[in-house]
């Protein structure tokens, strides 16, 4: 049963949204969050939504995720927020003893109107933010943009919030990662390192949401971007922010405030994205690439190279984010597939232009579509079916009703493990997403061939 | 780590009790702190985990995308027929929406679901934002119901006005509309409803064995496994018994007081609790016969059950174990049931209890152990560590905090993944402790590392 509840028919929805393919901010706005040392996440709003979004972060992460909330009632939605955020504050710092309070609003407290930096000079007036603590807030109503956009103002906010101009830059650049597993910023720092360059990246949930068991539990795990690291990001010699949606708006808050310029690129995903991130650190360092990153770039070429016949022109459907979306289609059609079904929920137009540029000249029909939901993906692989999904666990349904092996990859993954500890950005990363539909194709060929074709080696 | 009092909340310390030091005194049922970390959620959030479960009715959630999200399929509860419960509908309200009111997007909505999905009743949740802009869903639920002649019926749970309970009674005084539209005729005046039980990993088909096997009727499960029309007579029973703390508690009250059916408050987990609610059913229909079949089912099951339980109460006794739940009635069984395996209790708590709950809890708990309302992750750690804690039973946020601290995790929660009610949910139950508690991981594990208690080797 399940989505066998979908009809193929397509007709035009104005007022519903089925299965989304998207959530809403403040969920972007925490997960930002976590990515500072020290911080605690605040979500301005009644209980609900924090607790919603702990529980979803714990369950895509299996780590304890922490955040606090202003535990609106009644009252405060009459009266507005300010008494809860500053009680809130001032119980956080006494008790949890965070470095930052990073503080999300919600559909909730931004319809009421409250003004949180003016809640926030009250505060610091007040005495309730001790001395060397620091907060900061970005606005995110649940009602405009998703999740994505959570993401970006929040790591729009530390920039607002913490960077200082400096007149001298230093030879360091700054690295914004975008929304990206704890593992991928791993591996993105681990290429910078491998470069020999200097550098600050923010946001940073890696030893943060991939922390190692050691018999303690401790609020303030060791990883993330200090408040100290943040100040100094105005005066690097540049920025490199990966993902248009996610890192974009820091990128360039960083270059009005601090003269810092910055390059936009894609998510490091597949041959040619990692070219081009790699390229450009070089050059904004001014370093050469080692052998050792040569290397890995000749490996996943090596694979593409040996099992390119179980790539070719195979039909892939993909739900997700932009910034995740417009690499992995470049990806898919570098390895000779083809990326015929695109959605994702985040509204954004310059995705389908992008898209449709990447997907120019390929053998077949490419629907691609901003702001829809899985109900209209799953509508499209009806009338036109595909070999393999990408997606998050919820296109798990989709896969199980048409019987697709299907790739698990993007946020929010409930009922796997492993993106959290292995990368797939960077070449390694690349070879590692390869190496996953290789997988699931040659698993399927497998299972679908008759015993006489049944092949031992392929 | 700090210890346990340098945790706690001045404002909380009244909601920490230790059984001995003083005479039992234990404040509750109080909002919580503005700014605590507390493992409490919200309104809707009540209000959609009770109607969830019944699947042939349409669930729309009227609000930004993400209260639709976090609620999409989360609880596992299963359905014989029809899955419509396991779609994500939302109006995923925008800007406009929030200025210029939403009743026209669900109407459509709402019009539009009904004509794909024929359901048998439609439930439209209201969420934070949709009680601010004022939103008359009465109204627009009202013409809809006329028009497409469906019971379509607004669940007042807008997140802010209160913690969970309040979502209880809302979604009680929603169901209470269903009840009583009914035809009654051919209900044995042996019969009765289950209320309070949702079906995780099939429990419900578990407990109406039981009843059928002591030739007893259950006209509605509420709502586990749920159907509108069961519902609709489900006045016509002769009994209701209610689980779980009090989420359909408010329902058995109405039913009580218009349709005189009386109530029974039960709990189906653990050997002494599922015997004593089947022994409190056979005495109130007073049937010699129901009786019979009731001690001969009771024999039947509890001659399977022993030998087995033997085995792993062996291995186990004089472990410790916390609890902490959403609500405090479950803790009673709990309490009980470890009891049986010969483990000691040594914290208990929940984040909606009431006074008579922790009575109740401090009348069967030992000496030293501690009751806690509405705890946070810093004092549920503190007192694992003081406690030396063996097994944590909790739900989703809580796991990981166990699992990083060394202790193993029993989830009696919607992420249960086995029927841990009746008497082969208890055998489920003691396999599940049995193999966290004696799992080899613990072996390589630097548990408890600061202050250790050096029985890692155990």
């Known amino acids: ?458 | 780590m700090k210890t346990a009092s340098a945790v706690i909340f001045e404002e909380r310390k009244d909601q920490i009790y230790r059984k001995g030091d003083a005479p039992f005194d234990i404040a509750c049922n109080k909002e919580s702190l503005a700014g605590a970390v507390s493992q409490r959620a919200c309104v809707f959030c009540g209000s959609r985990v009770v109607l969830y479960p019944i699947a042939d009715a349409l669930h729309l959630i009227h609000g930004p995308v993400g209260c639709a999200v976090y609620t999409w399929d989360i609880r596992g509860a299963l359905s014989s027929g029809r899955q419509l419960h396991r779609l994500s509908f939302s109006t995923d309200l925008q800007e406009k929406d929030v200025i210029f009111g939403g009743e026209e997007k669900l109407y459509l909505a709402l019009t539009e679901l009904i004509d794909r999905h024929n359901p048998k009743a439609a439930f439209v949740y209201s969420t934070c934002i949709v009680g601010l802009i004022g939103d008359d869903l009465d109204s627009v639920c009202a013409r809809v119901s006329k028009e497409k002649d469906v019971s379509v019926i607004p669940v007042q749970s807008e997140g802010f006005r209160g913690n969970k309970r309040a979502g209880y009674e809302a979604a009680c005084k929603a169901l209470f509309r269903l009840v009583g539209t009914g035809d009654t005729n051919n209900i044995s005046p042996y019969s009765l409803n289950i209320m309070g039980d949702f079906n995780l990993a099939g429990e419900i088909w578990i407990i109406r064995d039981y009843f059928k096997r002591m030739g007893i009727e259950v006209v509605a499960n509420i709502t586990g496994d749920g159907r509108v029309d069961d519902i609709r007579r489900a006045h016509g029973a002769a009994l209701n018994l209610v689980q779980c703390s009090g989420s359909t508690l408010d329902l058995a009250k109405m039913m009580e007081q218009s349709y005189d059916i009386p109530y029974m408050r039960v709990s189906y987990c653990g050997v002494e609790d599922m015997t004593e609610s089947l022994y409190a059913v056979a005495r109130f229909f007073g049937d010699l016969r129901i009786m019979e079949r009731t001690e001969k089912l009771v024999k039947e099951e509890l001659s399977v059950l022993y030998p087995k339980l033997r085995e792993y109460r062996k291995v186990l006794a004089g472990k410790r174990a916390a609890i902490y739940v959403g609500g405090a009635f479950k803790a009673f069984s709990m309490v009980k049931t470890l009891r049986l395996l010969g483990m000691k209790v040594v914290m208990v708590g929940s984040q909606t209890g009431t006074r008579e709950d922790y009575l109740e809890l401090e009348e069967i708990t030992d000496d030293g152990t501690i009751i806690v309302d509405d705890a946070n992750p810093l004092e549920l750690s503190a007192f694992i560590k003081e406690k030396d804690v063996d097994i944590f039973i909790g739900g989703v946020k809580e796991r990981p905090i166990a699992y990083k601290m060394g202790v193993g995790f029993c989830d009696h929660n919607h992420e249960r993944k086995e029927a841990l009610e009746g008497f082969s949910g208890m055998l489920n139950f003691a396999r599940e402790v049995h193999s966290t508690v004696m799992s080899p991981v613990w072996r390589f594990v630097p548990r408890r590392a600061e202050g250790g208690t050096g029985n890692a080797n155990n």
């Open chain 1, 1 to 458: 049963m399940l989505l066998r509840h979908t009809p193929k028919e397509i007709t035009e929805r104005k007022a519903l949204t089925v299965n989304p393919a998207k959530t809403c901010q403040p969920i972007g706005a925490m997960y930002a969050s976590l990515g500072i040392h020290g911080c605690l996440p605040h979500s301005h709003g009644s209980q609900g939504c924090y607790s919603y979004h702990r529980s979803t972060l714990t369950r895509h992460y299996k780590e304890p995720v922490m955040a606090a909330t202003s535990s609106f009632t009644e009252g405060a939605s009459v009266f507005g927020g300010q008494a809860n955020l500053l009680q809130a504050l001032n119980n956080i710092f006494t008790i949890y003893e965070p470095d930052v309070v990073a503080v999300h609003t919600t559909c909730l407290s931004e319809t009421i109107g409250d003004d949180v930096p003016q809640i926030f000079s009250k505060a610091e007036a007040d005495g309730k933010i001790p001395e060397g603590k620091y907060v900061l807030h970005a606005n995110t109503p649940s009602y405009v943009g998703t999740h994505v956009t959570g993401f970006a103002n929040m790591t729009k906010a530390m920039v607002d919030y913490f960077a200082k101009s400096k007149e001298h830059k230093e030879n360091r650049i700054n690295i914004i990662p975008g929304w990206v597993e704890p593992s991928d910023m791993k591996e993105i720092k681990r290429i910078a390192g491998e470069l020999g360059i200097r550098f600050i990246m923010f946001p940073d949930t890696d030893n943060v949401l991939n922390g190692p068991q050691t018999g303690k539990f401790t609020m303030y795990p060791k990883g993330g971007v200090t408040i100290d690291k943040l100040m100094e990001t105005g005066g690097s010699r540049g920025t490199l922010a990966l993902g248009r949606l996610t890192s974009g708006p820091a990128a360039h808050a960083l270059d009005t405030k601090c003269k810092v310029p910055c390059e936009i690129l894609d998510l490091p995903i597949g041959i040619k994205a990692t070219d081009r991130f790699v390229d450009t650190l070089r050059k904004m360092a001014g370093v050469n690439v080692p052998d050792s990153i040569n290397i890995e770039r000749g490996q996943l070429l090596d694979i593409i190279t040996d099992m390119q016949a179980y790539f070719y022109h195979k039909k892939v459907g993909l739900v997700g984010d932009p910034d995740q979306l417009e690499a992995l289609t470049e990806f898919l059609v570098s390895i000779d597939m083809l990326p015929v079904h695109i959605v994702t929920g985040t509204k954004d137009k310059k995705f389908e232009k992008r898209i449709m540029s990447l997907t120019e000249g390929l053998p077949c029909k490419v629907n691609v579509k901003s702001g829809a939901d899985m109900m209209l993906f799953h509508q499209w692989i009806k009338n036109e079916p595909v070999d393999l999904l990408i997606g998050n666990t919820y296109v798990k349904y989709i896969s199980r009703d048409e019987d697709i092996p299907f790739i698990r990859f993007g946020f929010p993954i409930l009922d796997r493990i492993g993106h959290s500890y292995f990368p797939t950005v960077g070449y390694r990363g690349g070879m590692r997403f390869l190496e996953k539909i290789l997988d699931a194709l040659m698993d399927r060929q497998d299972r679908d061939s008759s015993e006489i074709e049944f092949d031992l080696v392929m």
